[in-house]
Nanobody, 120 residues
Framework: QVQLVESGGGLVQPGGSLRLSCAASGSIFVIYIMGWYRQAPGKQRELVAT???????NYADSVKGRFTCSRDNARNTVYLQMNSLKPEDTAVYYCYAYVKTVSRVTFDSWGQGTQVTVSS
């Protein structure tokens, strides 16, 4: 089994910054992809940013230039630095990982979600 534990959400004013962290633990052989998705009330879950174990990144157009996704492979941790936050960034942010376990099973893993609220 693999667990993802997120931290760093909260309330911030428009224009402010937050940093999310997500640490993976369990029977991990390799994490191919780590990243973040978000879901706002009444909307579908959407991709925010992902990063491969080789460092290739993918961002949603709505966050390019404002958000930076990074990872520490040695710690199985992914980060999301969010700058210039807007009210439309308000959502529950979910950590995501595409994992191969030590038993060579691959699957998608999700965190429990952390609330980010951007409001004055």
């Amino acid at each position: 089994q693999v667990q993802l534990v997120e931290s760093g959400g909260g309330l911030v004013q428009p224009g402010g910054s937050l940093r999310l962290s997500c640490a993976a633990s369990g029977s991990i052989f390799v994490i191919y992809i780590m990243g973040w998705y978000r879901q706002a009330p009444g909307k579908q879950r959407e991709l925010v940013a992902t990063i491969t174990d080789g460092g290739s990144k993918n961002y949603a157009d709505s966050v390019k230039g404002r958000f930076t996704c990074s990872r520490d492979n040695a710690r199985n941790t992914v980060y999301l630095q969010m700058n210039s936050l807007k009210p439309e960034d308000t959502a529950v942010y979910y950590c995501y990982a595409y994992v191969k376990t030590v038993s060579r099973v691959t699957f998608d893993s999700w965190g429990q979600g952390t609330q980010v609220t951007v409001s004055s």
